[in-house]
């Protein structure tokens, strides 16, 4: 008993043990239906807050709860694996903190895409009734199966279940034609519909942003407000 709460107490493996009895607590909640799902959902994935964030990962379709408990599982079990076989072995005294902050960093790394895959496993679940949960399916891509009618309401189907319907609220001039794909990217609850964006403007702007970012990035060590201080 001891030496597993050592362990669990261990740096980096703490962060998980934290992280875990978060989840417990948050998970047991929703069971109890005191807190939502749709915890960290927006009706836009316009701003930039964690569900735009995790969309651009590849979690789209699934509640950022969902996709945060399966990544820190994930991770938390790569790093209880480096920890078991690499860091208990070895004398590190304070050079401990730095190596387990690279630990912490290469396990979220390594789970990422294995999160996102075992999350799209889970896409078909989830669909059997999406009107549960409308703003987890921002970032998904759809295929437009109608002509708009007079209200501009546009009927598409989701590009990998072709089984479940959403609404599209086009605009004058810019109505979805059949055959075309779009992605989702705002919810329009009063209407209970969605925006929509064709695929290629999507991918181009997530570009764009990603360039931007790192651009900022690059910029702000130079100096304040981010500007690189001139000589």
């Excluded at 962060?15 to 749709?38: H, K, M, N, Q, S």
């Excluded at 399916?137 to 546009?154: I, K, P, W």
Aim: hydrophobic content about 50%; overall charge positive; some cysteine.
């Amino acid at each position: 008993m001891n030496t597993l709460i050592d362990l669990a107490t261990s740096f980096p493996l703490v962060v998980f043990t934290g992280l875990l009895v978060l989840l417990a607590v948050y998970w047991l909640l929703v069971l109890l239906r005191l807190a939502p799902t749709e915890l960290f959902e927006h009706d836009s994935l316009k701003e930039e807050h964690l569900a735009s964030t995790m969309v651009s990962l590849g979690f789209a379709g699934v509640p950022v709860s969902l996709a945060l408990s399966v990544l820190i599982v994930l991770a938390g079990g790569l790093t209880l694996v480096v920890e078991l076989a690499v860091l208990r072995w070895l004398p590190l005294g304070l050079f401990r903190i730095p190596l387990g902050v690279l630990v912490l960093w290469g396990a979220f790394a390594l789970a990422s895409p294995l999160a996102a895959g075992l999350c799209q496993r889970l896409h078909p679940r989830l669909h059997r009734a999406p009107e549960r949960l409308p703003r987890c399916l921002l970032g998904e891509r759809v295929r437009v199966t109608a002509e708009a009618g007079a209200d501009g309401r546009v009927t598409a189907v989701l590009d990998e279940d072709d089984r479940h319907e959403v609404v599209l609220l086009g605009k004058p001039g810019h109505l979805p034609r059949p055959g075309e794909r779009y992605v989702l990217v705002k919810y329009l609850p009063e209407a209970d519909g969605y925006r929509a964006v064709p695929e290629r403007d999507f991918l181009d702007a997530h570009t764009r942003l990603m360039r931007l970012h790192m651009r900022k990035r690059h910029r702000r060590p130079g100096g304040r407000n981010g500007s690189a201080s001139s000589a």
